[in-house]
C-alpha cells in the first residue's frame, strides 16, 4: 500500500534494480511473485502468485480479473476501490484474505473450487455463487458456509442465519 496514494504509475524502476519489475502497469517483487502496487488501468500478469495487503486501495478499477496463478489475494488487497464493479477469480486461488474487497460495488461473485479459505468481511454485500465441484463451501439461501467447520462466511443481505451455523467469521 505504499504506493496508493495515486491512480495512475508513477514509479520508475532503476536499471540496476533486480528485486522489481513492473509489469501489467503493476508493481512486483519478483523472487516471492508478489504484487505490491496496482494501478487503475493495471492487468494482473500470469506469474503473479500473491496480491499483498493494500495492493490496489482506493484505485479508480472497475473491473480486474485474478489469473490463476494467484495463490492468496490478502488483506484489503482492494479496499475502498469504489468504482470495482466485476471481478473474475480463476481456479487456483486458495485464500481470499479478511475485507479483500471491502468498499467495492462488486454484487456478484463466483467462488471457484480452488479456494480453500475466506476470511471474515472478505466481501460484503455480495451475492455468492459457487463453481461446480467446490468441496470446501456450500450456500444456504445466500449464505456462503465453510463445510469443514459450518462456519458462516458471507452472510445473508437479509440477516438470515442458517441452521446449523457454529461460528460466524469477524466482520
Known amino acids: 500500500g505504499a504506493?496508493?496514494?495515486?491512480?495512475?504509475?508513477?514509479i520508475k524502476l532503476n536499471e540496476e534494480n533486480s528485486k522489481?519489475?513492473?509489469?501489467?502497469?503493476?508493481?512486483?517483487?519478483?523472487?516471492?511473485?508478489?504484487?505490491?502496487?496496482?494501478?487503475?488501468?493495471?492487468?494482473?500478469?500470469?506469474?503473479?502468485e500473491i496480491i499483498d495487503i493494500y495492493a490496489f486501495r482506493d484505485s479508480k478499477i472497475e473491473e480486474i480479473t485474478i489469473p490463476g496463478s494467484v495463490k492468496e489475494i490478502c488483506a484489503f488487497a482492494f479496499q475502498d476501490c469504489k468504482n470495482l464493479k466485476s471481478v473474475k477469480l480463476n481456479e487456483g486461488i486458495k485464500g481470499i484474505h479478511e475485507g479483500a474487497f471491502v468498499?467495492?460495488?462488486?454484487?456478484?461473485?463466483?467462488?471457484?473450487s480452488s479456494v480453500e479459505k475466506?476470511?471474515?468481511?472478505?466481501?460484503?454485500?455480495?451475492?455468492?455463487?459457487?463453481?461446480?465441484?467446490?468441496?470446501?463451501?456450500?450456500?444456504?439461501?445466500?449464505?456462503?458456509?465453510?463445510v469443514?467447520?459450518?462456519?458462516?462466511?458471507?452472510?445473508?443481505?437479509?440477516?438470515?442465519?442458517?441452521?446449523?451455523?457454529?461460528?460466524?467469521?469477524k466482520n
Not at 468498499?103 to 471457484?112: C, F, H, S, Y
Not at 475466506?118 to 465453510?146: S, T
Not at 462466511?153 to 441452521?163: F, K
Open 20 to 48: 522489481y519489475v513492473i509489469k501489467g502497469n503493476c508493481l512486483i517483487e519478483k523472487e516471492k511473485k508478489r504484487l505490491i502496487g496496482g494501478w487503475e488501468d493495471s492487468v494482473i500478469p500470469d506469474d503473479v
Open 148 to 169: 469443514e467447520t459450518n462456519q458462516l462466511v458471507i452472510a445473508d443481505r437479509n440477516g438470515l442465519i442458517p441452521m446449523g451455523t457454529k461460528i460466524i467469521s
Open 103 to 112: 468498499g467495492t460495488k462488486i454484487e456478484q461473485v463466483t467462488i471457484p
Open 3 to 10: 504506493f496508493n496514494s495515486t491512480n495512475k504509475l508513477h
Open 118 to 146: 475466506i476470511e471474515g468481511g472478505a466481501f460484503v454485500k455480495v451475492d455468492v455463487a459457487l463453481a461446480d465441484g467446490n468441496a470446501n463451501f456450500r450456500l444456504d439461501g445466500n449464505c456462503l458456509i465453510e
